[in-house]
T-cell receptor, first 113, second 114 residues
């Protein structure tokens, strides 16, 4: 039982390049989330999914797209990376039902130059 | 708008010196308040969930308490391995579209000196 895994762990992009971050969970959780964490800003929600085939915008969605084609995977895409997207990205998941804790992955550190 | 404010931003303790971290919140109906621990370069690790005022939970040297406006994380006789950033988050009873979103504070960075 690996929990929540993220690939890659580190990535450096040039402005304008694109990439996809992959999140996978093996806990059969319904809900999945993408956050970014910046110094002094705390964790901010980018996009989330309440089930396979669904996605919705969070607090800071601009410049990102997501897809949830399979229940266990949640992909975060950057179509044209900008230096402002330099951050640490975390994926999380939680089972159906409120009041349950979210389980986090180890993070992806992305630098855009 | 849900808000979470954690204080202090940073705290240095001598080993064995007990203290408390504060999490003040405003939320339109609290479904749950969560405490996480985050080590450098790692993802947040779940510690506690509190659901109603007056509730307390303990784990080793940590004890979390909840009132209607704030939560405290009490650390008793801390050890150097307790050094980490502690995050507080709230989940509103009516989070958007049944999303069960969490609103996080910025965290308290705890350093325990041997």
């Amino acid at each position: 039982n690996a929990g929540v895994t993220q690939t890659p762990k580190f990535r450096v992009l040039k402005t304008g390049q694109s990439m996809t971050l992959l999140c996978a969970q093996d806990m059969n959780h319904e809900y999945m989330y993408w956050y970014r964490q910046d110094p002094g800003m705390g964790l901010r929600l980018i996009h989330y999914s309440v089930g396979e085939g669904t996605t919705a915008k969070g607090e800071v969605p601009d410049g990102y797209n997501v897809s949830r084609l399979k229940k266990q995977n949640f992909l975060l895409g950057l179509e044209s990376a900008a230096p402002s997207q330099t951050s640490v990205y975390f994926c999380a998941s939680t089972p159906f039902g409120g009041g349950r804790e979210q389980y986090f992955g180890p993070g992806t550190r992305l630098t855009v130059t | 708008e849900d808000q979470v404010t954690q204080s202090p931003e940073a705290l240095r303790l001598q080993e064995g010196e007990s203290s408390s971290l504060n999490c003040s919140y405003t939320v339109s109906g609290l479904r749950g308040l969560f405490w996480y621990r985050q080590d450098p370069g790692k993802g947040p690790e779940f510690l506690f969930t509190l659901y109603s005022a007056g509730e307390e939970k303990e784990k080793e040297r940590l004890k979390a308490t909840l009132t209607k406006k704030e939560s405290f994380l009490h650390i008793t006789a801390p050890k150097p391995e307790d050094s980490a950033t502690y995050l507080c988050a709230v989940q509103a009873a009516y989070s958007g579209a049944g999303s069960y979103q969490l609103t996080f504070g910025k965290g308290t960075k705890l350093s325990v000196i041997p």
